[in-house]
């Protein structure tokens, strides 16, 4: 495993460059990623700091800054010290200036304004931290989403990763032999999809849990046999009511939510 530095800079957050870095950094095998995240940098001052922290530990620069007087500092330094410095959004905001026929006004921090679409993530992330696991049954209603799933079928994390993008998501588990609540097979409104999985995969997943919550005692839980006629019980849930359903076995939780989201998004498009 080959380790390398990556100084991540921005005027803002620093969401954006630090989420294209890991989509790029993972086309490489064999590489492991020693992240440096500096964050609303809009001063001469923080850029001589960020530049200090460069020189100590040289590696790649990607950076999202609109001051040009900071991004010439910054790129002028890195051309000195030999490494390399990508603007990463760019050449995406070049394209659109040509294709629109106007320039950009950038200024740092615009993605992230308080404006509807920040309120509504907000609002979504608090309906998914209420509706977490079975909660709150009786407003399923109120979501976009229910996802239903035996134990470590990644429900949670989709459900938040959802819930980041403005979709209000609900999740209830599927428990051996404790029925499903009523008010989940009379919505109307939500999207409603279960999530499956390999029957090996879920026995490893739940076995690294028990091992990190030190218990190591034999249960129903990773039994293989036990753990299939969860999986099966579940598959037969999901299409006696006629619910889409989700593999997640091979699949991130992004994959998994992008794959929730095509759904939801063909169910609300009009035919």
Not at 111 to 125: C, N
């Amino acid at each position: 495993m080959r380790q390398f530095h990556v100084h991540l800079i921005s005027d803002s957050t620093g969401e954006t460059v630090s989420i294209v870095a890991r989509a790029a950094i993972a086309h490489f095998e064999a590489v492991e990623a020693v992240e440096h995240v500096w964050s609303l940098v809009r001063s001469r001052r923080q850029i001589d700091k960020v530049l200090t922290g460069v020189e100590a530990h040289p590696g790649v620069v990607m950076f999202t800054l609109v001051d040009d007087e900071l991004r010439s500092l910054l790129q002028e330094r890195c051309r000195a010290i030999q490494v390399p410095c990508i603007p990463i959004l760019d050449h995406v905001v070049g394209a659109l200036s040509g294709y629109l026929g106007t320039e950009s006004h950038a200024q740092p921090g615009k993605q992230h304004a308080l404006d509807d679409e920040y309120f509504s993530r907000i609002e979504a992330m608090q309906f998914v931290l209420s509706h977490d696991d079975g909660q709150a049954v009786d407003d399923l209603e109120g979501a976009d989403i229910v996802l239903v799933g035996v134990s470590r079928t990644s429900k949670t994390p989709t459900s938040i990763y959802l819930a980041n993008r403005g979709v209000k998501t609900a999740n209830v588990p599927v428990v051996p032999k404790v029925p499903l609540p009523a008010s989940l097979f009379s919505l109307k409104r939500p999207l409603v999809v279960g999530l499956t999985t390999n029957v090996e995969r879920l026995v490893q997943i739940r076995q690294n849990r028990l091992r990190m919550l030190h218990e190591t005692g034999q249960t129903d839980y990773v039994d293989p046999e036990a753990v299939q006629e969860e999986i099966t019980e579940a598959r037969r849930i999901f299409a006696a009511n006629g619910w889409s359903v989700i593999d997640v076995t091979r699949r991130s939780i992004e994959e998994t939510a992008a794959a929730v989201l095509e759904l939801y998004r063909r169910r609300s498009a009009p035919e």
